[in-house]
């Protein structure tokens, strides 16, 4: 398996832009993560899906931000509009079970200008 | 509130020595997994230690599990400078949506 997949691995993009990241989770897992980490705030759960369903977006920091995954093999996640404190490393992660390991992706490295 | 904290924060060791990191966490868990990360990498998982077990080795590696103190420690025998990584501690919980991690220690591994 290739692992978890995400694109685009850079985005540099000006303020009030609107910004799409995307996810492929390694196959056969059921849950899928999107985590967001800064240096100031570290590791961050923002929403997470089992099943393709969300279940937990208690993490999302604002409206201004959604999460999608409309098959098991496709997240994506969006920021509409994006402001210069949203830049950061926005990982996805995937895992067969709720509290078993989870495996990463090589996260999104997301400027926003 | 964090689960799990990790400590120390930082360390810096020489290549040969060993590493040891500690990771506290508040309430009961199913298991406690540790993760290490490079720079400008994703997180990669290196340890799963249940709560019935006490102890786990893989390679260089080995974790410590106690549970009455709730801790865990990693250990990783004869550094090399590959190693110089951020560790993380992640707990599952029965209590939490999901696995919850501390903020991690930087090793520093000088050749």
């Known amino acids: 398996d290739a692992g978890v997949i995400q694109s685009p691995r850079h985005e540099v993009t000006e303020m009030g832009q609107e910004v799409t990241l995307r996810c492929k989770p390694i196959?056969?897992?059921?849950?899928l993560f999107w985590y967001r980490q800064t240096m100031m705030r570290g590791l961050e759960l923002l929403i997470y899906f089992n099943n393709n369903v969300p279940i937990d977006d208690s993490g999302m920091p604002e409206d201004r931000f959604s999460a999608k995954m409309p098959n098991a093999s496709f997240s994506t996640l969006k920021i509409q509009p994006s402001e210069p404190r949203d830049s950061a490393v926005y990982f996805c992660?995937?895992?067969?079970?709720?509290?078993?390991?989870?495996?990463f992706g090589p996260g999104t490295r997301l400027l926003v200008l | 509130s964090q689960q799990g904290e990790e400590d120390p924060q930082a360390l810096s060791i020489q290549e040969g020595e060993n590493a040891t990191m500690n990771c506290s966490y508040k309430?009961?868990?199913?298991?406690l997994q540790w993760y290490r990360q490079n720079s400008g990498r994703g997180l990669v998982h290196l340890i799963l230690?249940?709560?019935?077990?006490r102890e786990k080795h893989s390679g260089r590696l080995r974790v410590t599990l106690d549970t009455s103190k709730k801790s865990s420690s990693l250990l990783i025998t004869a550094s090399r400078a590959a190693d110089t990584a951020s560790y993380f501690c992640?707990?599952?919980?029965?209590?939490?949506?999901?696995?919850?991690f501390g903020k991690g220690t930087m090793l520093l591994v000088s050749p």
């Open positions: 992660a995937s895992s067969r079970d709720r509290g078993e390991t989870q495996y």
């Open positions: 992640a707990t599952d919980n029965s209590g939490y949506s999901t696995l919850t």
């Open positions: 196959s056969g897992h059921d849950y």
């Open positions: 230690i249940r709560s019935n077990e």
């Open positions: 309430t009961s868990i199913n298991n």
